[in-house]
């Protein structure tokens, strides 16, 4: 089993930034890439981006692409969400998920999900 724990979400206005952090823990060895995903209210969760596990690949949603990066440092390192120029369409609830054999923007092949942190841009 894989545990993920995201932080990070919170309260800004448009135009701001916000990072979240996702911590794994557990069979981490086996994991093979990581994402991150939002629901907005009354909305399907939808892809927001993902790397691999070495961090060395990155693949974004077309909405998010030049305002989101995706990061990390290295394997013993949380996974980073960089939102710059934040806009209220942004406002959901971010997961995190990770998935053994699977990099990519199908959330149906992440197999581990964290609780969710919700980020709220105000217009």
């Known amino acids: 089993q894989v545990q993920l724990v995201e932080s990070g979400g919170g309260l800004v206005q448009a135009g701001g930034s916000l990072r979240l952090s996702c911590a794994a823990s557990?069979?981490?060895?086996?994991?093979?890439?990581m994402g991150w995903f939002r629901q907005a209210p009354g909305k399907e969760r939808e892809f927001v981006a993902a790397?691999?596990?070495?961090?060395?690949?990155?693949l974004y949603a077309n909405s998010v692409k030049g305002r989101f990066t995706i990061s990390r440092d290295n394997a013993r390192t949380p996974v980073y969400l960089q939102m710059n120029s934040l806009k209220p369409e942004d406002t959901a609830v971010y997961y995190c998920?990770?998935?053994?054999?699977?990099?990519?923007?199908?959330?149906?092949?992440?197999?581990?999900w964290g609780q969710g942190t919700q980020v709220t841009v105000s217009s």
């Open positions: 998920a990770a998935a053994r054999w699977y990099y990519g923007t199908q959330q149906s092949n992440y197999e581990y």
């Open positions: 557990g069979r981490t060895f086996s994991v093979y890439g």
């Open positions: 790397i691999t596990w070495s961090g060395g690949s990155a």
